[in-house]
């Protein structure tokens, strides 16, 4: 006898067997928070943890007594596990992911809060939205345009070879360095009011981790870039070094170096596309020329068909005007027998 499932059953049966290193394992995550459950289920509220961008987002299942101490469209650290869960307040026919808060702390390893001036900072990025610089690239790559990019790093840094190192070919884009002492905020400040910012199609700003990272924390700095209203990349620090711009940066890289293999991914993504365009085409443009042979030839056997009936009906033609000449022959003939055996 064959088995049969209810939905909610097949479901269960499905979640279970599907298997991860994260189910159920404590992490920490970043983002910010934003309440959009109106109400309690069972005693857990159903909200979202949202990217910097804007363009990801996680639910997470918060306790009631939990849930007073975050503010929505703050950006929190929480620790907690990912499980799979039904998706019964939306659609009980949905599977979802849901990042269970475990617990809720004020300490460091727990939840970190940012300042009030960095939250006014990034909210005005999320009112202005973000460029997805990854698409904008790709756009200029595949038109065969070089992609102009301004790149910023120190008076000293040899950032410019780790990012140039890192890319199979450089033609592809139009690339300029330029130094400042990214250590003086000053000279900062007023390179990035100039108009050669503005000049290029992107932005960034390069830079090794260190004690002097401290500057792209400073909001002064972050508004410059914000109010002139262009894309801009960062790539600032080492793996653990995540300064305030880099929040709120278009695109952001851990490393320079990191930014350099985005650069060359790119030129590898828009080459796989052209080549599969040119595979497309080679195949379109065989059978294009397999067509083209078939109606030549369908074209060259339909004369030879009408050739051989004109020459069959050029044949009975003559035929016929033989036989009509043999006739009149035949008749004439009569005709003279006729008249002398008359006479």
Not at 259 to 266: P, R
Request: proline share 2%; charged share 30%; net charge neutral.
């Amino acid at each position: 006898m064959e088995t049969i499932f209810s939905p909610d059953t097949l479901l269960d049966l499905f979640a279970s067997s599907l298997v991860s290193e994260f189910l159920n394992k404590w992490v920490l995550v970043e983002g910010v928070y934003f309440e959009t459950a109106k109400y309690e289920y069972h005693g857990y509220y159903y909200d979202e943890l949202r990217t910097n961008s804007g363009d990801a987002k996680i639910t997470i299942k918060i306790r009631k007594e939990d849930r007073m101490q975050f503010t929505d469209g703050r950006f929190y650290q929480i620790s907690g596990h990912l499980c799979f869960s039904k998706a019964q307040l939306f659609d009980s026919s949905k599977i979802g992911l849901i990042f269970f808060v475990d617990r809720l702390k004020k300490g460091e390893n727990e939840i970190q809060k940012i300042s009030l001036g960095d939250y006014e900072l990034l909210k005005s990025r999320f009112v202005n939205g973000f460029v997805n610089i990854e698409v904008e690239i790709l756009r200029l790559l595949r038109d065969n345009k070089k992609p102009k990019i301004l790149i910023l790093t120190g008076k000293e840094s040899i950032i410019d070879q780790d990012i140039i190192s890192q890319l199979s070919d450089i033609d592809r884009y139009e690339i300029t360095f330029e130094r400042v002492n990214l250590s003086s905020k000053k000279e900062l400040s007023v390179f990035l009011q100039r108009s050669l910012v503005l000049e290029n199609s992107f932005f960034a700003i390069a830079r090794g981790g260190g004690a002097s990272i401290s500057l792209f924390d400073d909001p002064d700095i972050c508004r410059i870039l914000i109010e002139k209203r262009q894309p801009f990349i960062t790539a600032i620090g080492h793996e653990m070094d995540k300064p305030l711009l880099q929040k709120l940066a278009d695109l952001s890289f851990q490393t320079p170096i990191a930014f350099g293999e985005f650069l060359d991914k790119m030129i590898r993504v828009d080459e796989a596309y052209k080549s599969e365009l040119r595979r497309k085409s080679l195949i379109m443009q065989k059978s294009l020329d397999q067509s083209k042979e078939k109606l030549e030839f369908e074209r060259n056997n339909y004369l030879s068909i009408i050739k051989e009936l004109k020459v069959k009906q050029q044949e009975q033609i003559s035929r016929i005007l033989v036989i009509a000449g043999l006739c009149i022959i035949f008749v004439s003939s009569l005709i003279f027998i006729y008249l002398s055996v008359k006479t």
